[in-house]
C-alpha cells in the first residue's frame, strides 16, 4: 500500500451533522442555511450526501419530558479532520439553535 493511502485509511472520517428544521423559538430554518451547508461541506470536503426527503425524527429525555425534533442529515468524508475545525464549524452552525449535533467517525474505505 503507497504511503498516501495508508494515511488516507488512518485519518478519514465520517462526519455527520443533525441540522434541525426549526430555529430556536421555533421558526422554520431558512432553506439557505441548508444550502450554505452543503457548499461549505463540498469546499471542506470534496462531497456530500444529504438526507432531506424524509426528515429523521430526533427524541430524548429533557429532565422528565421526551422532546421531539425533525432534523436535515449531512455526511461527509473528510481526509484532514481536524476537531478544532469541526468544533468552530458547529459553534457557527449552532448560532441559531438549541443544538446541533456534530459526529465525526473514523472510517475505512472498502
Given at each position: 500500500?503507497?504511503?498516501?493511502?495508508?494515511?488516507?485509511?488512518?485519518?478519514?472520517?465520517?462526519?455527520?451533522?443533525?441540522?434541525?428544521?426549526?430555529?430556536?423559538?421555533?421558526?422554520?430554518?431558512?432553506?439557505?442555511?441548508?444550502?450554505?451547508?452543503?457548499?461549505?461541506?463540498?469546499?471542506?470536503?470534496?462531497?456530500?450526501?444529504?438526507?432531506?426527503?424524509?426528515?429523521?425524527?430526533?427524541?430524548?429525555?429533557?429532565?422528565?419530558?421526551?422532546?421531539?425534533?425533525?432534523?436535515?442529515?449531512?455526511?461527509?468524508?473528510?481526509?484532514?479532520f481536524s476537531v478544532a475545525w469541526?468544533?468552530?464549524?458547529?459553534?457557527?452552525?449552532?448560532?441559531?439553535?438549541?443544538?446541533?449535533?456534530?459526529?465525526?467517525?473514523?472510517?475505512?474505505?472498502?
Open positions: 500500500m503507497r504511503g498516501s493511502q495508508a494515511l488516507r485509511l488512518m485519518g478519514e472520517h465520517l462526519i455527520q451533522i443533525l441540522l434541525p428544521l426549526e430555529r430556536r423559538g421555533g421558526e422554520a430554518q431558512p432553506r439557505e442555511r441548508y444550502g450554505a451547508t452543503r457548499d461549505e461541506l463540498v469546499e471542506r470536503c470534496g462531497g456530500v450526501t444529504i438526507y432531506a426527503r424524509a426528515p429523521a425524527e430526533g427524541l430524548w429525555d429533557d429532565g422528565g419530558s421526551v422532546v421531539e425534533d425533525l432534523v436535515v442529515v449531512f455526511e461527509a468524508m473528510d481526509a484532514r469541526w468544533a468552530a464549524y458547529k459553534r457557527r452552525l449552532a448560532e441559531e439553535q438549541e443544538e446541533v449535533l456534530v459526529r465525526a467517525i473514523p472510517v475505512s474505505r472498502i
